[in-house]
């Protein structure tokens, strides 16, 4: 049974940071890539960064380049996301991900809902202007 438990989330003004964690368990870890994905009210889920197995490559939705850092440790089967100068806009529900497949993939499957196919509950993130 895959499990994915994320925490760190809360609220937070604008320019300030939060760091954001995932536990894994039920799967080799160390295997598969990651990725964050957040859904804001009313709007529909998105890609946000991503990570290869080895967390060797790192990957970014535009709007979070240079604010954010996806990182991992494969040892704790965990899975970070530093956020830094936030902004109101990134108000949403934070979700982490586990590939559906082991190894590598094309950014655009990166980038894509249905390439992962275990869910954390999610975690609020809340900006203030």
């Known amino acids: 049974q895959v499990q994915l438990v994320e925490s760190g989330g809360g609220f937070v003004q604008a320019g300030g940071s939060l760091r954001l964690s995932c536990a894994a368990s039920?799967?080799?870890?160390?295997?598969?890539?990651m990725g964050w994905f957040r859904q804001a009210p009313g709007k529909e889920r998105v890609f946000v960064a991503g990570?290869?197995?080895?967390?060797?490559?790192?990957y970014y939705a535009d709007s979070v380049k240079g604010r954010f850092t996806i990182s991992r440790d494969n040892a704790k089967n965990t899975v970070y996301l530093q956020m830094s100068t936030l902004k109101p806009e990134d108000t949403a529900v934070y979700y982490c991900?586990?590939?559906?497949?082991?190894?590598?993939?094309?950014?655009?499957?990166?980038?894509?809902?249905?390439?992962?196919?275990?869910w954390g509950q999610g975690t609020q993130v809340t900006v203030s202007s």
């Open positions: 991900a586990v590939a559906r497949y082991p190894g590598m993939a094309t950014l655009q499957a990166i980038r894509d809902m249905q390439s992962y196919d275990y």
């Open positions: 990570i290869s197995s080895s967390g060797g490559n790192t």
């Open positions: 039920g799967r080799t870890f160390s295997s598969y890539r």
